[in-house]
């Protein structure tokens, strides 16, 4: 009984190691799950973003072909409104879709930047259908979507702690003479 006495505090000293072990080891399994879930959640959050602007632009690249084909745009590849139309359709089906997954993983300031600029980009549809449409008020509702583009994107890097970015104005120069 002596011996066994006399081994009590290693045993004692072995017990409270492996539990010492165990805790750090399931604290830091604990930290890295969740730095993990964290960065499998911002994946997600910027493949909704990005899903969703790219449906967005593919609408609004329709209505600058669309605007060509009038003479409002300069775009080069002018399209006749009713050849767009089942790509416009099309579109929508894609923001639809592209939208649920915004409106799951996306903040409330995301979220309304989105609609903000949905509507804008609604606005440019509606200004093509109308019979007033010229090209200074197709220039004026363009930089509007631009604008409100620009708010998304802010918003975007706002919500993912992401240093500010371009602004995505391109300046394209003048042709040159041949």
């Known amino acids: 009984m002596s011996d066994f006495i006399k081994q009590l505090p290693a045993l004692l000293g072995v017990m409270i190691g492996a539990l ?8 830091g399994d604990r930290a890295r799950f969740r730095r993990e879930h964290a960065a499998r959640r911002q994946e997600q959050q910027l493949a909704a973003y990005t899903d969703y602007a790219l449906t967005l632009k593919k609408t609004v690249t329709l209505h600058c072909r669309v605007a060509a084909h009038l003479g409002h745009d300069g775009n080069p590849h002018p399209l006749p409104a009713a050849e767009a139309t089942p790509l416009l359709i099309d579109a929508a089906d894609s923001r639809s879709v592209a939208g ?5 993983l996306g903040s409330p300031d995301v979220v309304e930047a989105a609609h903000g600029w949905a509507l804008t980009v609604m606005e440019v549809a509606d200004l093509l259908r109308a019979p007033g449409c010229t090209a200074d008020t197709w220039l004026a509702h363009l930089e509007k979507q631009r604008m409100a583009r620009e708010k998304y994107y ?5 919500d993912m702690g992401l240093p500010p970015g371009h602004s995505g104005r391109w300046q394209l120069s003048p042709p040159q003479p041949s």
């Open 154 to 158: 802010t918003a975007i890097r706002r």
């Open 100 to 104: 649920k997954g915004l409106l799951m």
């Open 20 to 27: 010492g072990s165990y805790v750090v080891v399931m604290r």
